[in-house]
């Protein structure tokens, strides 16, 4: 499967923008996704996972209740929407599978090395 995350751009603070994560080579509802962002000289972290099975989703804290992710089965996009941006929200946000092919989050879904088939990323920038 591959994987083109897309939608990001300059966003004034308290402003909304929504990524799109499109999939192609395989169905995503086989997979569990991850989104996950990297700001300028800091480390790649988790802002989300969504199992395909359960419907189950998991939300970093920074960004519960703000960012809400869904699944378009039909178009094969997972969605990621922003709201009540912040500056600290400036990162490449990047999405990807969960390794071997498997539909669930783990508890601990943060790790990055849990994913696979990462798409380029798209650059979010909260900036007035």
């Known amino acids: 499967v591959q994987l083109q995350a897309s939608g990001g751009g300059l966003v004034q603070p308290g402003g909304s923008v929504r990524l799109s994560c499109a999939a192609s080579?395989?169905?995503?509802?086989?997979?569990?996704i991850g989104w996950f962002r990297q700001a300028p000289g800091k480390e790649r972290e988790g802002v989300s996972c969504?199992?395909?099975?359960?419907?189950?989703?998991y939300y970093a804290d920074s960004v519960k209740g703000r960012f809400t992710v869904s699944r378009d089965n039909v178009t094969n996009t997972v969605y990621l929407e922003m709201n009540s941006l912040k500056p600290e929200d400036t990162a490449v946000y990047y999405c990807?599978?969960?390794?071997?092919?498997?539909?669930?989050?783990?508890?601990?879904?943060?790790?990055?090395?849990?994913?696979?088939?990462w798409g380029q990323g798209t650059l979010v920038t909260v900036s007035s």
């Open positions: 969504s199992s395909a099975m359960d419907g189950g989703i």
């Open positions: 990807g599978t969960r390794a071997n092919r498997s539909p669930r989050c783990k508890t601990k879904w943060t790790l990055v090395a849990d994913y696979a088939n």
């Open positions: 080579g395989d169905s995503l509802k086989y997979y569990g």
